[in-house]
Every structure is written in C-alpha cells, then in structure tokens.
C-alpha cells in the first residue's frame, strides 16, 4: 500500500475509535460500572485480532477486506484502552495505591510483548511467508486479550462514594464543556497528536532510508514502552513536585525532541536513544492526562471525562494521519519529521500560555488536587 492509503487507514481507524470511546464511555456513567464495560471490549478487541488476519485476501468493492476490518476493529480497542486507564486511575484514588508503579505494569507487558512479537515473526519467516508469520502476532494477542478479559472479572469493581450511591448521576456533558481547563486539555491533546502521531506511524520509512531492517520495529517498540518505567515509577515525587500540568507540558516537549531525533537518525542506536525520550514523554502524557481529568472532571461523568480525552487524541491522529502520507511523498520523510517537531512544540508553548490566560484574563481557579 501507498504511504496515503496507510494514513487514510489509520485515519479511519482513528475516528472510528472515537466514536466507540464516546458511546461506551457514556454507558460506563449510564450504568455506574467501569470493570464490565471493560471485560465486553476487551473480548470483542480479542475477537477482532483473531479474525483480523482472514481478511487480507477478501476483496470487497475492489479493496482487500483488512482495510475496512482494522476501523471496525477500533471501534472495541480504543475504548478498551482508555477504560483500563480510568479503572487504573480510579482505583488509585479509591483504594489509595501508587498509580505509576501498577501502571508500570502496562508498559512493562508492552515491553514483552513488543520485543517477544518481533522474536516471534523473526522465527517463523525462517518456514513461513513474512505475512503469515505477522498473522500469528495477531492469533495469539487476540487470544491473549480474552483471557485478559477473563481474568478482568476477577479484579474488585470502583465503588462510588457513598453521597453520590443513592441519588441520579448528573452526567450532562455539559458540565464539562463549560469547564475551562478540561476543554483547554482536550484542544492540548488533539493538537499534540496531530504531530506525534504520524512520525510513530511513519517510523518504518526512517528505518528503510537508513537501511535498518523494519523487522527490528518491535524492538524499537518494546524499548520505548521499557523507557515508560522510570517516570511511572517516579511519578508520586515529581507530582509532589511540580504541578501535572507542567508535566504534561513537559511530556509534549520531549515528543518534540523525538520526533526531531527520529528525523536525522541513520542507524539502530540514534533510534533507540530516541525511544529514550518517547518512552519518557508518553509515560507523562498518559499519566498526567489521566489523572489531571479526575482532578478536574465531576465524578459521576469521569468515565466520559476520560473517553472524550481519548476521543480529542483519536481527532487528532485522523487528522494527522489524513494529512501526513502526502507530506511524506511531498517533503521527504526526513523534512516531515523536522516540520512536524517544530509544530509539537509550538502546541505546547500555546497550552502554557492558556493557563495564564485562564488565571489572570478569565480569572478562573484550578483546583489545588491538579
């Protein structure tokens, strides 16, 4: 496939994932509970990966059935993810643990699994076709999600607070439009992912110029969300000490920093001295994204406070995403990366700047907790 049908795909991919983020956000409110939600997208996720494979071949309206079935398969995935975190992040609060260290958890399995897929793939194509031993990733990580699931049942539910048990959740989206940090976040967060996006997704065309093998790509993967661990795991003293939203601000900067090191990169090592910081920045932008929306948002629509977090990101990938594959056969994919770093920290010195606006113009109080 051309570079502009990969970006319209994850593009579509991207706005289908928004929409299962608001739909079954806003069930997880309705309904009060996090852990079922959770459980019934992670099984479909599994199921989609599973069958995910058998559409390569199927043509349908002249294109192979893979491209139509990877948006679907979004529908269940991104909201799986951002469920995780909110249930993740709830129970921090509720059950008063350290979020970084079991969040740490998630990255170390991406880790694994990133770094086992590579060896996996590398393994098979020595009997198998290159395609069918990618397939096998998706067979087993699909089956790998069910049980996962599985075992989701076995974790305790978020309780809520006893004053807001008995009475109707209000859970008026309004509310939090007409708040205005959480908005200045939302517009922070579809901005930012409009530029970190595509150089993820595009990372394979650095590889191919600088001849690295693009089978290596899990690696790189795996070492980035290794690198996820220090900052998890220091989270409780930098939140002591600086504000979260510096350390959004701050993960923002670091992504810019990647991205322009991803650029003039030209072998294995300045790749993976890159995936230092990316490892660092998205450890800071998950976890103080998440976080700074439970400071923030009403309680009773956290679940949506969340998802529509996740939503202004899935915007910004399809729009990123829609756009980047002809800048990258326009430019060059080395001229794309510096353009695109330039325009990351641009976005972050713009969110900066909003929290003086929203203090001293709009005379408006961030809550001590943020």
Known sequence: ?????????????????????????????????????????????????????????????GLSLAVLWWPIACLFRSPGSSL?????????????????VVRAGGSLGSFLSSVLASGLVTALCA???????????????????????????????????????????????????????????????????????????????????????????????????????????????L??????????????????????????STNLPMLLICGVLFGFANSLSFSCGFNFIYCIAPEEIRATAHTMYTIAGAVGITVGNLFAGILVDWLGARAFYRLFALLTLLVCLLYALSFSVGRRVLHQQLQDTA
């Open 84 to 100: 995780v975190e909110n249930w993740i992040v709830r129970s921090s609060y509720s059950e008063h643990f350290n979020y970084g």
């Open 127 to 237: 009997y198998l076709a290159q395609v069918e031993a990618v397939a096998a990733t998706y067979y087993i990580g699909g089956g790998l999600l069910v049980l996962s699931a599985l075992y989701a049942l076995t974790v305790p539910e978020v309780k809520p607070n006893e004053s807001s048990r008995q009475k109707k959740p209000d859970i008026r989206l309004s509310r939090l439009f007409k708040n205005y940090y959480f908005m200045a976040l939302l517009l922070f967060y579809f901005a930012l992912n409009v530029f970190i996006n595509p150089p993820y997704v595009f990372l394979p065309y650095i590889m191919d110029e600088s001849g690295i093998d693009t089978g290596l790509l899990g690696i790189i993967i795996g070492w980035e969300a290794l690198l996820e661990l220090p900052m998890l795991f220091l989270l409780v003293v």
């Open 239 to 264: 939140r002591k000490r600086f504000k979260l939203h510096v350390l959004l601000i701050t993960g923002g900067v670091l992504f810019a920093l990647t991205t322009f090191g991803q650029g003039i």
């Open 1 to 61: 496939m051309s570079s502009a049908v990969v970006g319209y795909v994850n593009s579509a991919a991207a706005a289908t994932g928004m929409i299962g983020n608001f739909v079954i956000g806003r069930i997880s409110d309705r309904y009060r509970t996090v852990k079922w939600v959770t459980v019934l997208t992670l099984v479909m996720t599994g199921i989609m990966f599973i069958l995910f494979p058998l559409t390569s071949n199927v043509i349908v309206f």
